[in-house]
């Protein structure tokens, strides 16, 4: 299995729902990452995790909350967004550290719209 | 930290035609340089890297060149197909930044039939 899957695909949500994003590979990636991705503009790191704990947040505002239940999943709690969330939220994974396997591998993204 | 600038931000060609595509980076540390297609309502996917070993690496239609010196580097698309059009991420990864990557602003390739 050489995929990053993403459920579900599209999304809107009013400012006072609380929703939930969710991610899954099975390439044996140690590392994950939450996106975010405007219209016309490359994708915007949020989070990353290594080894199932958060080693980065790009000071992302506390209603997104990610969390990693194993090494296979990757959710990305929402609540009380702002319409200015809307977007294309895009997962990733990779081997954590620099080696023979480095790149990325994107699912196809949840299309987000805060109403 | 990293920057990484990509240009043209639009390229339109025939099809049949070459395309390339050019970006540079500010951190010399850096030593790998992945490019990403991006379809319509699709993630981006790995298409060709390079790491700063190498000079050339090319797969088929596609190739990216690297230039440590002047910090720069380039996706060269031979015999474009309309199934080529997509946009077009460069991005780059320092040394000792485990396997974070930062990514150029993006090229949107159209191929004329």
């Known amino acids: 299995d050489t995929e990053v899957t993403q459920t579900p695909k599209h999304l809107v949500m009013g400012m006072t729902n609380k929703k939930s994003l969710k991610c899954e590979q099975h390439m044996g990636h140690r590392a994950m990452y939450w996106y975010k991705q405007k219209a016309k503009k490359p994708p915007e790191l949020m989070f990353v995790y290594s080894y199932e704990k958060l080693s980065i947040n790009e000071s992302v505002p506390s209603r997104f909350s990610p969390e990693c239940p194993n090494s296979s999943l990757l959710n990305l709690h929402l609540h009380a967004l702002q319409p200015e969330d809307s977007a294309l939220y895009l997962c990733?994974?990779?081997?954590?550290?620099?080696?023979?396997?480095?790149?990325?591998?994107f699912g196809s993204g949840t299309r987000l719209t805060v109403v | 930290g990293e920057n990484v600038e990509q240009h043209p931000s639009t390229l339109s060609v025939q099809e049949g035609d070459s395309a390339v595509i050019k970006c540079t980076y500010s951190d010399s540390a850096s030593n790998y340089f992945p490019w990403y297609k991006q379809e319509l309502g699709k993630g981006p996917q790995l298409i060709i890297d390079i790491r700063s070993n190498v000079g050339e690496k090319k797969d088929q239609r596609i190739a990216v060149t690297l230039n440590k010196t002047a910090k720069h580097f380039s996706l060269h698309i031979t015999e474009t197909q309309p199934e080529d059009s997509a946009v077009y991420f460069c991005?780059?990864?320092?040394?000792?930044?485990?396997?974070?990557?930062?990514f150029g602003g993006g090229t949107r390739l159209m191929v004329k039939p």
């Open positions: 991005a780059a990864r320092k040394n000792n930044a485990g396997n974070m990557l930062t």
């Open positions: 990733a994974s990779s081997q954590p550290r620099q080696g023979a396997a480095d790149g990325y591998t």
